[in-house]
């Protein structure tokens, strides 16, 4: 029988780090659950097409006008408990959890070292579902394998997509195949989509995920050094520091959607969708509102969370001219233009932390009450925080203090919220 863990009022701190940091402890309580207020973001409806590609001259993308997000949280999730309930033991270094959306209620756990286990009702399936651990360099505390992604049709056509680090410590997209329903991919099947080169072990982003318009979204990191020295974040003929959205349907080896913001833009990378991203741990989308959530690691001071429409590409999410809410160089920046965060918590805080690991929407049947709650985590002091739309604003609170370092969130397919430790545990949110 799975065992429930309480949550604790006391837990491990951390000193403030943007990589996977260790821990050192403190006894701080948890403070109470007083919302923060920001102005909330426009939800667009499903499907929309993206904003008029800029022109060559680049002029500031304005941010979303605020206004109620749609629809909002009905219930204070302040008012519930949460505790976590142990699923699964024994990963060594988990990086990603997701499922197929095949039907068969499977959960595939990536290790960071190169292998992907899949869970029936709880058990691990003896034989990893693939091990690449030969072509995965995980020598640095950010690199290994970092994320899979299983195509909207992977019941019947069996292709699923890796986003890992090579032993050269460069980023590589590549697609596998399975037979679908089978525990076990072929790993002869691969071929590579795209590489982008590395020039630090650290700030790899690493998340594949598919968007509710069926393309194929990529999130990478600014290439690592402290400050973005090459200012990847905000030039647009790198990879780097961006969230890149690609056709895995068409092309060779992939195509470039026709509404993607910079097709048309003179020395602009065609892949990019969005830009100004330090270190983007974890994003996802919401179906219902078609909000994309992006959770973006922070430099000295402080950790965010941005929210927008997902339909609207070319949005600068600010790095390095702002961390967070705040400028960061220039120190006298101007935020015209920039969409800024919805949500920030500080280093150096018993309410705050030092690496956000951002979360999911809440769409699942445990309590519907809560569908649009977006919950997310601080690697370092365990914070769980809740983020949701109310009225006019978005409200987020520290909810509870959990005692694991989490790396990654995902979704059943119940639409129920899975959290991995980095010590090797697989974990079920539950609301109270």
Not at 121 to 145: A, H, M, W, Y
Not at 297 to 311: D, F, M, P
């Amino acid at each position: 029988m799975p065992r429930i863990l309480m949550i604790l009022m006391s837990i491990l701190w951390m000193t403030a780090c943007s990589s996977i940091p260790e821990r050192i402890a403190d006894d701080s309580p948890a403070p109470p659950a007083a919302p923060i207020v920001t102005p909330a973001t426009t939800a667009s409806p499903l499907p929309e097409p993206s904003a008029t590609p800029p022109a060559a001259t680049l002029p500031p993308i304005p941010a979303p006008t605020p206004a109620p997000a749609s629809p909002a949280v009905a219930v204070d999730p302040t008012m519930f408990s949460y505790a976590l309930e142990q699923v699964a033991d024994g990963f060594s270094r988990p990086t990603h959890i997701t499922h197929a959306g095949d039907g068969s209620g499977r959960l595939f756990v990536v290790e960071q070292a190169g292998r992907i286990w899949v869970l029936r009702n709880g058990v691990k399936v003896s034989t990893p579902f693939l091990d690449i651990r030969e072509q995965v360099g995980s020598r640095g505390n950010e690199q290994g394998l970092l994320s899979v992604a299983f195509h909207p049709q992977f019941a019947g056509n069996g292709r699923f997509f890796m986003n890992y680090t090579n032993t050269n410590g460069d980023t590589v997209v590549a697609e596998y195949r399975a037979d679908p329903g089978s525990d076990q991919a072929d790993p002869a099947s691969a071929r590579e989509l795209l590489r982008i080169d590395q020039p630090a072990a650290n700030h790899n982003g690493g998340l594949l995920l598919f968007g509710n318009d069926g393309y194929l979204y990529i999130g990478t990191g600014d290439g690592g050094g402290a400050g973005d020295p090459l200012d990847a974040g905000q030039r647009l003929d790198t990879l780097l520091g961006k969230l890149l959205r690609i056709d895995i349907d068409n092309g060779q080896p992939y195509a470039i959607p026709a509404d993607n913001p910079f097709v048309n833009t003179a020395d602009a990378l065609p892949e990019i969708w969005a830009y100004g991203l330090r270190n983007p741990w974890r994003f996802t989308f919401d179906p219902v509102t078609n909000l994309i959530f992006i959770a973006d690691v922070g430099q000295n001071e402080q950790e965010e969370v941005n929210v927008a429409s997902a339909a609207t590409g070319g949005l600068n999410y600010g790095w390095r001219l702002m961390e967070g809410d705040r400028c960061y160089q220039p120190t006298n920046c101007d935020p015209t233009g920039l969409v800024l965060p919805v949500a920030v918590y500080p280093h150096d805080s018993a309410i705050g932390g030092c690496s956000v690991t951002g979360g999911e929407v809440y769409r699942g049947v445990q309590q519907p009450a809560l569908h649009g709650v977006y919950f997310y985590a601080d690697f370092c002091t365990g914070n769980l925080w809740a983020l949701w739309a109310h009225g006019e604003t978005w409200q987020h609170a520290l909810i509870a203090r959990l005692p694991i370092q989490t790396t990654s969130f995902g979704l059943d397919e119940q639409g129920e919220v899975y959290l991995l430790d980095r010590a090797g545990g697989v974990y079920r949110l539950v609301m109270r």
